[in-house]
């Protein structure tokens, strides 16, 4: 069975584990599939929080409670990579194992593989491939690094930050990651010693000047206080899509070069601009760093083979200057007009690095630059 066999909504198990490999993977008919389907109406929710508070036992608590009202839940559990494998610890899949006969629930682990920011480098797409599959709920359950967390944030439409009583310092210390991306602070563990002093902190650091947070008391092994978790989660709405005002503008800088280690010494170590990502899109032979520089960002491309396309380029120029980014508010619209005014546009859109969907415009149509048209 091929990606564009499978049906929209309401896959079999087995077809939706299968369709998710390929997007994993990032195979270019598995991406596309991706692009075709009808966007869902569900919720993307980011479960995250430091090592200890709980996180799996609340996402298995939460579960049975969207379970128990009918919702259909996806979890996208991201676990620590295997220094053995390359794989996923897959430590959330066996702690959740009562919802492993139930149609309704689908459980997906995926390994960091050295990407930065508690995610996946295909959490997005994956996100996207559950939501639109037909499921309610999609939890995404981060690996529990600590404050640097915050990459979830602009996945899920809503962030619940789990903390426990106790953890004094701590919230200090994470303050200015992880604690400002919140849209709901949980306490769980809610029975341990602690509970008002941790509220206090953390009703003291929203008083600095944030956004009012709902803070919600839980016990994830006896459910306690999981469904007004609930209550909450099911209130609020999707997160707004990107607004055309902030389209047309220039996503990144696209840089060859020999080596992304080589590179990143002087990104890195000299300027302090640490890579927010870096994966490898195998469709486009080419490893992949990105690195934000402001409202823009820098992509360093480092060949897989001699013959891919950033090879071909840095034996034929040097590494320097690939191609420039720029995002649209229609990319479909965009690619029409530019062909009716003689533009020579390269193939057809896909899936590339962070899950954005481009296409490329030939140089001797755009003034001699390599232009890379993203859809907002």
């Given at each position: 069975m091929t990606a564009r066999e499978l049906a929209p909504r309401d896959l079999a198990p087995r077809d939706l584990a299968k369709l998710a490999t390929w997007i994993e993977q990032g195979s270019p008919e598995g991406l596309a599939r991706l692009g075709e389907m009808p966007e869902g109406e569900g919720l993307i929710v980011g479960i995250t929080g430091p090592p200890g508070a709980g996180k799996s036992s609340l996402v298995d608590a939460l579960t049975a409670e969207m379970r128990h009202r009918e919702r259909k839940v996806a979890i996208l559990a991201v676990d620590p990579s295997s220094r053995g494998t390359g794989g996923a610890i897959l430590g959330d899949r066996i702690r959740m194992q009562r919802h492993h006969d139930d149609p309704g629930v689908f459980i997906r682990s995926m390994a960091t593989r050295g990407v930065t920011g508690g995610l996946a480098a295909a959490t997005r797409n994956l996100a996207r491939l559950f939501r639109d599959a037909g499921f309610d709920f999609v939890v995404i359950e981060t690996v529990g690094v600590g404050q640097d967390e915050i990459d979830v944030a602009s996945v899920a439409d809503i962030v619940a930050l789990v903390l426990t009583p106790g953890m004094g310092d701590d919230i200090q210390a994470i303050k200015a990651g992880i604690m400002e991306i919140a849209d709901v602070f949980v306490i769980n563990k809610a029975d341990y010693p602690g509970v008002e002093k941790t509220r206090h902190e953390i009703e003291s650091m929203l008083s600095l000047g944030h956004t009012p947070v709902p803070i919600i008391e839980t016990i994830a092994t006896t459910g306690s206080g999981v469904s007004a978790l609930a209550n909450y989660l099911q209130s609020c709405g999707r997160k707004p899509s990107v607004p055309a005002a902030d389209a047309w503008a220039i996503d990144h800088l696209g840089i060859a070069v020999k080596s992304l280690d080589e590179a990143l010494a002087f990104y890195e170590t000299g300027l302090g601009m640490p890579p927010a990502l870096r994966e490898t899109v195998e469709h486009?032979?080419?490893?992949?760093?990105?690195?934000?520089?402001?409202?823009?960002?820098?992509?360093?491309?480092?060949?897989?083979?001699?013959n891919s396309a950033i090879g071909r380029f840095l034996a034929r120029r040097g590494p320097g200057l690939h191609h420039v980014a720029m995002r649209v508010a229609d990319l479909a619209a965009t690619i029409q007009r530019l062909e009716k005014h003689g533009a020579r546009i390269l193939g057809k859109p896909q899936y590339g690095a962070d899950g954005h969907l481009y296409v490329f415009v030939h140089p001797e149509s755009a003034g001699g630059v390599l232009w890379e048209l993203i859809q907002a």
């Amino acid at each position: 069975m091929t990606a564009r066999e499978l049906a929209p909504r309401d896959l079999a198990p087995r077809d939706l584990a299968k369709l998710a490999t390929w997007i994993e993977q990032g195979s270019p008919e598995g991406l596309a599939r991706l692009g075709e389907m009808p966007e869902g109406e569900g919720l993307i929710v980011g479960i995250t929080g430091p090592p200890g508070a709980g996180k799996s036992s609340l996402v298995d608590a939460l579960t049975a409670e969207m379970r128990h009202r009918e919702r259909k839940v996806a979890i996208l559990a991201v676990d620590p990579s295997s220094r053995g494998t390359g794989g996923a610890i897959l430590g959330d899949r066996i702690r959740m194992q009562r919802h492993h006969d139930d149609p309704g629930v689908f459980i997906r682990s995926m390994a960091t593989r050295g990407v930065t920011g508690g995610l996946a480098a295909a959490t997005r797409n994956l996100a996207r491939l559950f939501r639109d599959a037909g499921f309610d709920f999609v939890v995404i359950e981060t690996v529990g690094v600590g404050q640097d967390e915050i990459d979830v944030a602009s996945v899920a439409d809503i962030v619940a930050l789990v903390l426990t009583p106790g953890m004094g310092d701590d919230i200090q210390a994470i303050k200015a990651g992880i604690m400002e991306i919140a849209d709901v602070f949980v306490i769980n563990k809610a029975d341990y010693p602690g509970v008002e002093k941790t509220r206090h902190e953390i009703e003291s650091m929203l008083s600095l000047g944030h956004t009012p947070v709902p803070i919600i008391e839980t016990i994830a092994t006896t459910g306690s206080g999981v469904s007004a978790l609930a209550n909450y989660l099911q209130s609020c709405g999707r997160k707004p899509s990107v607004p055309a005002a902030d389209a047309w503008a220039i996503d990144h800088l696209g840089i060859a070069v020999k080596s992304l280690d080589e590179a990143l010494a002087f990104y890195e170590t000299g300027l302090g601009m640490p890579p927010a990502l870096r994966e490898t899109v195998e469709h486009e032979k080419v490893r992949v760093a990105m690195l934000a520089a402001g409202a823009t960002r820098i992509e360093l491309l480092e060949p897989l083979e001699e013959n891919s396309a950033i090879g071909r380029f840095l034996a034929r120029r040097g590494p320097g200057l690939h191609h420039v980014a720029m995002r649209v508010a229609d990319l479909a619209a965009t690619i029409q007009r530019l062909e009716k005014h003689g533009a020579r546009i390269l193939g057809k859109p896909q899936y590339g690095a962070d899950g954005h969907l481009y296409v490329f415009v030939h140089p001797e149509s755009a003034g001699g630059v390599l232009w890379e048209l993203i859809q907002a």
